[in-house]
T-cell receptor, first 112, second 114 residues
């Protein structure tokens, strides 16, 4: 059973702090990883993806991938109340076209 | 560029009925995936279509089916509805590159089965 695990939270951080969201996956066949943000009552929206070991930065967001440890993380710098949402981690099997496995999501609360 | 559209946005059905949901992908996107999202199970993959062919299927019963048309629009059908089918059904489209690629979700169809 392929699994993507996330702490459901809620994770509470003060405005301006760094929020760190973590995700582990069980299938070494997973090669690409995605972070989605989902506001309550809305559909998921893609924040960023990563497929190489190391860090990838996009604005206030940094994704980190460690394939040896099967670990993915998302850092949000200078957190804003508007970042309060559920963050979904997803793994994609390269050899199994377009089959995503999603974690259950981590709820982030950024307090003003 | 217009985003992914789904119709209807809300639907109420009774047990035993069937339902058809529709998804129009972003122009130029040829892959359409369907997901079921519930509070208990999270986001679960139903199936994925590319060029009118189902390439992948999740672990759902045969009551769940889908198809894709030549214009990449897709429909999913659920027959003999059960209470547990109440969920948000999301469709996502992508260009379907072989490696990492971006998948964009529609607003979803909220199905309530009574």
């Amino acid at each position: 059973q392929k699994e993507v695990e996330q702490n459901s939270g809620p994770l509470s951080v003060p405005e301006g702090a760094i929020a760190s969201l973590n995700c582990t996956y069980s299938d070494r066949g997973s090669q690409s990883f995605f972070w989605y943000r989902q506001y309550s009552g809305k559909s998921p929206e893609l924040i960023m993806f990563i497929y190489s070991n190391g860090d990838k930065e996009d604005g206030r967001f940094t994704a980190q991938l460690n394939k040896a440890s099967q670990y993915v993380s998302l850092l949000i710098r200078d957190s804003q109340p508007s970042d309060s949402a559920t963050y979904l981690c997803a793994a994609l099997e390269v050899y199994n076209f377009n089959k995503f496995y999603f974690g259950s999501g981590t709820k982030l609360n950024v307090k003003p | 560029k217009a985003g992914v559209t789904q119709t209807p946005r809300y639907l109420i059905k009774t047990r035993g009925q069937q339902v058809t949901l529709s998804c129009s992908p972003i122009s130029g996107h040829r892959s359409v995936s369907w997901y079921q999202q519930t509070p208990g199970q999270g986001l679960q993959f139903l199936f994925e279509y590319f060029s009118e062919t189902q390439r992948n299927k999740g672990n759902f019963p045969g009551r769940f089916s889908g198809r894709q048309f030549s214009n990449s629009r897709s429909e999913m059908n659920v027959s003999t509805l059960e209470l547990g089918d109440s969920a948000l059904y999301l469709c996502a489209s992508s260009l379907s590159a072989r490696a990492a690629y971006e998948q964009y979700f529609g607003p979803g169809t909220r199905l309530t089965v009574t």
